[in-house]
């Protein structure tokens, strides 16, 4: 079945450590997304990207960053640099252009020790 | 930039109830996404509205477009230990698509037995 993969379910970050959090899809979609979810705020987009080799900052990419080296593929870290990690992160995709409903994986919860 | 808001925020209902779940925007909605989802986990996409007036149904679920295009509404009918969780709506922030998403804030529903 296709879908979007999200690993690990949950993590734990230790003060001034970097760590990734894993979206692979086999839904053959061009976009994919991160988001973060706080309780009563909804979902924040994190970062985006259209396309292989090309990704946008959404609206609270500070202390966090991505990679987009291959189409499966959209993995997020969260650096030192972000003072507030512990929330819930949602990784989604959709096709590309035009509006299109974008697919969520089931989330990975960071947590800091 | 374009925010929605969702009310009720939360909301217990008897099974066999019907309700009603509204998003309403502070600009036109070119895209209005309805999703729903269970506490820890992803997001499941219920359905998608376009055009000012539209209605869609799935189920028990029945999703509405206003013909100004500034606001949703989802009626649930006979509610159901099934439909217990989050919903939230989102809304496309271009006017040609282009992916980006703005979400709500949720409304959490319970259904007692």
């Known amino acids: 079945d296709g879908g979007i993969t999200q690993s690990p379910k949950y993590l734990f970050r230790k003060e001034g450590q970097n760590v990734t959090l894993s979206c692979e899809q086999n839904?053959?979609?061009?976009?994919m997304y991160w988001y973060r979810q706080d309780p009563g705020q909804g979902l924040r987009l994190i970062y985006y990207s259209q396309i292989v080799n090309d990704f946008q900052k959404g609206d609270i990419a500070e202390g966090y960053s991505v990679s987009r080296e291959k189409k499966e593929s959209f993995p997020l870290t969260v650096t030192s640099a972000q003072k507030n990690p512990t929330a819930f992160y949602l990784c989604a995709s959709s096709i590309s252009g035009g509006r299109q409903p974008q697919h969520f994986g089931d989330g990975t919860r960071l947590s800091i020790l | 930039s374009q925010e929605l808001e969702q009310s009720p925020q939360s909301l217990i209902v008897q099974e066999g109830k019907n309700l009603t779940i509204n998003c309403t925007s502070s600009?036109?909605?070119?895209?209005l996404y309805w999703y729903k989802q269970k506490y820890g986990e992803g997001l499941i996409f219920l359905m998608m509205?376009?055009?000012?007036?539209e209605e869609k149904s799935h189920e028990k679920i029945t999703a509405k477009l206003d013909e100004k295009k500034q606001q949703s509404s989802l009626h649930i009918t006979a509610s159901q230990p099934s439909h217990a969780g989050i919903y939230l709506c989102?809304?496309?922030?271009?006017?040609?698509?282009?992916?980006?998403?703005?979400f709500g804030t949720g409304t959490q529903l319970k259904v007692e037995l």
């Open positions: 839904l053959n979609h061009d976009a």
């Open positions: 509205l376009q055009k000012g007036g």
């Open positions: 600009k036109t909605l070119y895209g």
């Open positions: 989102g809304a496309d922030t271009l006017t040609g698509g282009g992916n980006k998403l703005t």
